[in-house]
């Protein structure tokens, strides 16, 4: 049992678990903001432009409740007992979620770039194979250390003489 809880400690404090944690309560609060969004700003902008709808109490009574309808709200209809579908809470709903994807798809792609730009071009070689023995020998060697032979200076390359 101690076992369990050691490897469930390494695994619960490593960077990668508690980044994701940051994530998710980054994104909940990212997620609070966006919903107020869409209900307080966009869809009384969308509602107006459509002819004063207001999603929130864009409903179809499937059932009614004890008292009759029609229902001014969805509340009051809910406060009845009817059986509603809640149209536009959906399209609230799928409101919040294109906003939230278009973000996040922003976000990743933002981080994509950033790593391709970090990406950084291979260092020249140190070390060279010995071509009589093939061990491996600093690249400024003059004789292998391992057989002794003779290799062939490295030849600093001279830069081009203009004409």
């Known amino acids: 049992m101690a076992k369990f809880f050691r490897e469930f400690r390494e695994f619960a404090v ?5 980044d994701m944690a940051v994530g998710i309560i980054i994104g ?17 902008l969308i509602g107006l432009l459509v002819g004063g709808i207001d999603f929130s109490n864009l ?17 009051e209809a809910q406060a009845a007992g009817a059986v509603t579908l809640n149209v536009g ?14 973000v996040v798809f922003l976000l990743v792609r933002t981080i994509n770039r950033l790593k391709r730009e970090e990406a950084v071009a291979p260092a020249d070689p140190t070390e060279k194979p010995c071509p009589y023995c093939l061990m491996v020998v ?4 003059v004789r292998c250390g391992h057989c002794t032979s003779e290799l062939q200076a490295a030849t600093p390359e001279k830069p081009a003489e203009s004409v």
């Open 14 to 18: 490593k960077g990668n678990v508690i």
């Open 28 to 44: 909940g609060a990212f997620t609070l903001i966006v919903q107020s969004l869409v209900k307080d700003v966009m869809n009384p």
């Open 59 to 75: 409903f179809v009574v499937l059932r009614e409740g004890v008292a009759g309808a029609p229902y001014a709200t969805l509340a």
């Open 89 to 102: 809470l959906f399209i609230n709903a799928v409101v919040s979620f294109s906003i939230v994807a278009f």
């Open 138 to 141: 600093p690249i400024k060697a």
